[in-house]
């Protein structure tokens, strides 16, 4: 069974020959072919064809019953943020407002799992790209403003988050339950998050999410100069890292990303691969990025991001509904952490906090119902999604995109 197997509605079970001569002897079932009658077989033709001519073939059982029990058992394990805090300079008018900078540093363990690209394989992914370039970058970050002379105005957080690659379940976290003096995500002016930054090639570097503020362009370009860097523009502030859980709270992010590559989930994602001159330089950036966010005088408003199809990603669909699912929801059904503006569910009235229960013909009782019925959408054409809303169902009619 894969660990994260789940029903999708459909008990199954296998069983070996073995147990089924064993459990329905009335069936007749043919004894194992030993290997030397095998072997005899293959050698004459008439045997074979005599072996093919008893094809398998379904067998009356009847007044036999069997009762089958299956049970799938979560299992619960821990996971942390780390977090270090760089206080602002006493007396600032800024001191309760924050800078974040971010990154995971979680990764796959042994695989395994149906997150990673070498499916069947035990082996260490020792993740170097994904994601500890990006917390290398984090720890070179924090080290640069520790070393300053004097504290900015806007206090700094650097946040290593966990269980990213289980569905941002530690940036979601700390959305949610911010610690203390934090009362919420107002006090956060901006997000600047590292994920696989550590394959910089031909000097380019993807900084993505500029569509959140109309006044992240100038700041990134002038952190940009001297270093020798083509930065590529992205606008939206959705995509599968941390940076997510903030755009959904009206917080405008920076991604810093240096692409995809064939390690990616792999064993083969090796420190010996790792540009670090690119990393060195991707953290020069995310730090003057940083400290112009920290000395502003006004916060950089929030806009909505329009979707970009140039964005990277790392795996698709056919279609495309804008939904993003809480993956730390342990309730029936997919429970949304917000909905992407101008997309098919918000356009449909889907709204953050709704709970999907049902996708055509499927219910949907988890996020692993949720992907197959996804399967079976098609662009352009209308389903009905319901979704509970604060115990009130409410069915959507909703039009599928074309996937990116």
Request: aromatic share 6%.
């Amino acid at each position: 069974m894969p660990d994260d197997a789940s029903s999708m509605g459909i008990p199954a079970v296998m069983i070996t020959r073995s147990a089924a001569r064993a459990l329905f002897p009335a069936a007749g079932l043919a004894p194992p072919v030993k290997p030397d009658a095998a072997k005899q077989a293959a050698a004459k033709p008439a045997a074979a064809k005599q072996a093919a001519a008893k094809a398998p073939a379904p067998k009356p059982l009847d007044g036999i019953t069997v009762e089958i029990t299956t049970k799938v058992t979560p299992r619960m394990a821990p996971a942390s943020n780390v977090i270090g805090l760089l206080p602002a300079r006493a007396g600032s008018p800024h001191a309760g407002e924050y800078v974040v900078v971010g990154a995971h540093y979680d990764h796959l363990g042994h695989g395994g799992n149906s997150y990673s690209r070498a499916p069947g394989v035990h082996a260490v992914h020792p993740g170097a790209d994904d994601n500890a370039s990006g917390t290398a970058m984090l720890l070179e970050v924090a080290r640069r403003f520790a070393a300053l002379p004097t504290r900015p105005d806007r206090s700094l957080l650097f946040i290593a988050f966990g269980a990213e690659e289980l569905g941002t379940l530690g940036s979601r976290h700390f959305v949610d339950h911010p610690p203390a003096p934090l009362a919420g995500m107002k006090q956060v002016v901006a997000m600047i998050n590292a994920d696989m930054v550590g394959r910089m090639r031909e000097d380019k570097l993807l900084v993505d999410g500029l569509g959140t503020s109309p006044d992240w362009r100038p700041i990134v370009d002038g952190a940009a100069q001297g270093l020798g860097v083509t930065l590529q523009y992205g606008v939206e502030g959705f995509g599968a890292s941390d940076h997510t859980s903030f755009t959904a709270s009206r917080v405008p992010v920076a991604f810093l990303f240096t692409g995809v590559h064939e390690d990616y989930h792999r064993p083969s994602d090796t420190a010996d691969k790792i540009n670090v001159a690119g990393v060195s330089r991707c953290s020069v950036l995310a730090a003057r990025m940083a400290l112009a966010l920290a000395q502003r005088d006004a916060r950089l408003p929030f806009t909505d991001p329009p979707a970009d199809p140039h964005r990277s990603k790392r795996g698709g669909f056919r279609v495309s509904l804008g939904t993003m699912p809480d993956y730390a929801y342990q309730g029936p059904g997919v429970k949304l952490t917000g909905v992407i503006p101008d997309a098919p569910a918000s356009r449909a009235g889907m709204q953050a906090g709704d709970v999907i229960v049902r996708i055509g013909t499927h219910a949907i009782t988890n996020i692993h119902d949720f992907m197959f019925a996804f399967g079976d959408l098609e662009p352009g054409r209308e389903v009905v999604i319901e979704v509970d809303r604060g115990g009130t169902r409410v069915p959507l009619k909703v039009i599928p995109a074309p996937g990116r």
